[in-house]
């Protein structure tokens, strides 16, 4: 069955600090892999996604994400965290039809930013 | 372009009673997912529709029931309202094939009481 694994819950990193939030996903297949943000009372906001070729993706606001298919790990990093930064963050694996993407999320990591 | 828009954004019902959410799908979408996000908890899959029909369904029970308009907006509908259906519920809509990104509105809190 497919699955995803956040295995940290809750991290809190220094204004300034690097970031690094991790995903393990569980899926037969090549899979699509997700990261969203999800700010308090919001929607989730896409921040990067791969599908396939180069391993390392690029996203929005300074995140990339490195896909590792030995170790079926897509984690998140940052190099230097913004206090604007402190969010929910939600890994997902894509499973793909014709008519699109049906999602499987993990519990999500919740990011506080200390000054 | 707007964007996908979600409808009540709050509401409260007793249990037991049947309630309505309604999504409008972003310009050019033609596929609506909903998803079911409970407290501290990641979204969860409830079904997905395309053209008109229902194309996929997580683990969810037949109280949970949707439309899909010929415009592309949706509806999703939950009977019986039990306790543990109080949520944050997202809707996502999509172009249809491969590699197609799902963009998400603000989600309606259903609480029920």
């Known amino acids: 069955a497919q699955s995803v694994t956040q295995p940290d819950i809750h991290i809190t990193v220094s204004e300034g600090a690097s970031l690094e939030l991790r995903c393990n996903y569980s899926?037969?297949?090549?899979?699509?892999l997700f990261w969203y943000v999800q700010s308090p009372g919001q929607g989730l906001q896409l921040l990067l996604k791969?599908?396939?070729?180069?391993?390392l993706v690029q996203g929005i606001k300074g995140f990339e994400a490195e896909f590792k298919r030995s170790q079926s790990s897509f984690n998140l990093r940052k190099p230097s965290v913004h206090w604007s930064d402190a969010a929910e963050y939600f890994c997902?694996?894509?499973?793909?039809?014709?008519?699109?993407?049906?999602?499987?999320f993990g519990k999500g990591t919740t990011l506080s930013v200390s000054s | 372009e707007t964007g996908v828009t979600q409808s009540p954004t709050h509401l409260i019902k007793t249990r037991g009673q049947q309630v309505t959410l309604r999504c409008s799908s972003q310009?050019?979408?033609?596929?609506v997912s909903w998803y079911q996000q409970a407290l501290g908890q990641g979204p969860q899959f409830i079904f997905q529709?395309?053209?008109?029909?229902?194309?996929g369904r997580g683990n969810f029970p037949p109280r949970f029931s949707g439309l899909q308009f010929p415009n592309y907006s949706s509806e999703l509908n939950v009977n019986a309202l039990e306790l543990d259906d109080s949520a944050l519920y997202l809707c996502?809509?999509?172009?249809?094939?491969?590699?197609?990104?799902?963009?998400f509105g603000q989600g309606t809190r259903l609480t029920v009481v």
């Open positions: 996502a809509s999509s172009r249809e094939g491969m590699n197609t990104e799902a963009f």
């Open positions: 899926y037969g297949a090549t899979p699509y």
């Open positions: 791969y599908f396939s070729g180069d391993t």
């Open positions: 997902a694996v894509g499973s793909y039809n014709q008519a699109g993407t049906a999602l499987i």
């Open positions: 310009s050019g979408h033609n596929t």
């Open positions: 529709y395309y053209r008109e029909e229902e194309n």
